[in-house]
């Protein structure tokens, strides 16, 4: 009975799971002995650094990782090294950091003084931070791309391990300095890839050339869709310091309160895993009832997931965040009930953004992310109580999002044609290793 039921598990589902387990553990166990180190107001900052890696990490490189697995897993049913296009991805992540460096860096006096307290050291650290996070990516793909979900899941579980192990010693050293929690997120990404790197070296090889074409042309869309998705869930934090700058833990607070409350997004996590190829599978053969019952069957499953997330943050969330975070109790429950809806409607918008990929329809996933965020912005800028205002930007945004989608979605699936994209184009076997 074991091994049926394993064997309806797609391949790698337990590999990365493990990995992404222990890589969202590590989050919790981080921000906690933050929390229980730093004053308020340093907790503050750590917290601006947490959202912005992320934001910008993954919203920027996790796309250059999916296009570098779906060209390597096109290029590895054909027998063809996966060198070329890791020397094409590694471009890409190198010139896109190089414009995200030149922009901290011009920035650099500004965003240590608006979000920083005036500390430019932990610019400094964004900077590494985000350098770790490209370098991360880009090998991610390639381990993807040749299935090798063991050493995928293995780089993601050492990441996480490093951290619980880093900042455990931290907090028995008794460090009080922001700086060398958010040095963290530099080690250990960069020590668990030079740990998982024997298999990319050895895949590598030479052959033919791959064209730029081939992974630039959806990287666009696709870029511009995970920004914009990661500017929705982790923006709030960086709104909170730049509004109320003068409430020293509010922007701490919504950190450990959306961190619990996001619970359900690790679940996701590992099932987007077989979601996304189930979905272009069914597109590409043109099976509409094929498509539209795993649709409903994926929106189920996350909705559960969400509501029970919703209903246990409300009733414990106020009480968690304190005990877990030494979060000041600045955040009740009428506030996890904002967080709690807004991720119920962020995980329908993940879904159905997955279901609108599946399709070859990234430009109608982007004009939906692009909807979210104006409604946000919008929100945001209303004359309300700061937290409160962010919280309803979240959950109106994720709303805006999933409401675009499934409007969208509504042609549905058509009969293949010869327009239709093969399923290498369709599928993107990457899954996404960022923790939001």
């Known amino acids: 009975m074991i091994r049926r039921l394993l064997s309806l598990i797609p391949p790698g589902t337990i590999a990365v799971g493990a ?62 090294t996966p060198g070329p296009v890791l020397a094409r991805g590694v471009t890409v992540a190198a010139v896109t950091l190089g414009v995200l460096v030149l922009a901290v860096t011009a920035g650099r006096h500004l965003l240590a003084d608006k979000l920083f307290g005036g500390d430019g050291t932990m610019v400094t650290v964004l900077v590494g931070a985000l350098a770790a996070m490209a370098v ?33 010693l931290l907090g028995l050293a008794g460090v009080t300095s922001p700086v060398w929690y958010g040095v963290v997120l530099v080690a250990a990404p960069l020590a668990s890839v030079l740990l998982t790197l024997p298999p990319v070296l050895r895949a590598i090889g030479g052959g033919t050339p791959v064209a730029w074409a081939t992974l630039l042309r959806g990287l666009g869309l696709l870029t511009a869709s995970s920004l914009l998705s990661q500017v929705v869930v982790n923006i709030g934090v960086i709104n909170v310091q730049l509004l109320a700058p003068t409430q020293t833990a509010a922007a701490g607070a919504l950190l450990s309160a959306l961190v619990l409350v996001r619970i359900p997004l690790f679940v996701f996590g590992s099932m987007q895993a077989s979601l996304l190829p189930g979905l272009a599978t069914t597109a590409t053969t043109g099976d ?13 499953i996350v909705t559960a997931l969400g509501l029970t997330g919703a209903v246990g943050a409300i009733l414990l969330g106020p009480w968690l965040v304190g005990a877990l975070f030494d979060a000041p109790g600045v955040l009740g429950h009428g506030d996890f009930a904002w967080l709690g809806v807004a991720t119920l409607a962020y995980l329908w918008a993940m879904v159905l953004g997955q279901a609108l990929l599946a399709l070859d329809r990234h430009r109608a996933q982007a004009v939906a992310w692009t909807a979210g965020v ?35 979605l509504r042609g549905g699936v058509r009969r293949p044609t010869t327009s239709t994209p093969s399923l290498a184009d369709a599928v993107t076997p990457a899954v996404s290793g960022g923790i939001r």
Request: hydrophobic letters at 55%; charged letters at 10%.
């Open 136 to 168: 991360a990516y880009a090998t991610r793909g390639v381990l993807s791309g040749l299935q090798l979900f063991p050493w995928y899941g293995t780089q993601l579980g050492i990441d996480g391990g490093l951290r619980i192990v880093m900042v455990a």
């Open 374 to 408: 104006a409604a946000l912005i919008v929100v945001t800028l209303l004359p309300a109580p700061v937290v409160l205002r962010v919280e309803l930007a979240y959950a109106i945004g994720s709303v805006i999002v999933a409401a675009t989608m499934a409007v969208l």
């Open 288 to 300: 509409r009832a094929g498509f539209h019952s795993l649709l409903r069957r994926a929106l189920g």
């Open 19 to 80: 990995g992404l387990g222990l890589l969202g553990l590590a989050s919790y166990v981080h921000l906690a002995v933050a929390g229980h180190s730093l004053s308020a107001a340093d907790y503050n900052s750590l917290s601006v650094l947490w959202s912005i890696v992320f934001t910008l990490g993954i919203g920027v490189f996790m796309p250059i990782e999916q296009e570098v697995a779906r060209v390597v897993a096109a290029r590895h049913s054909q027998g063809l």
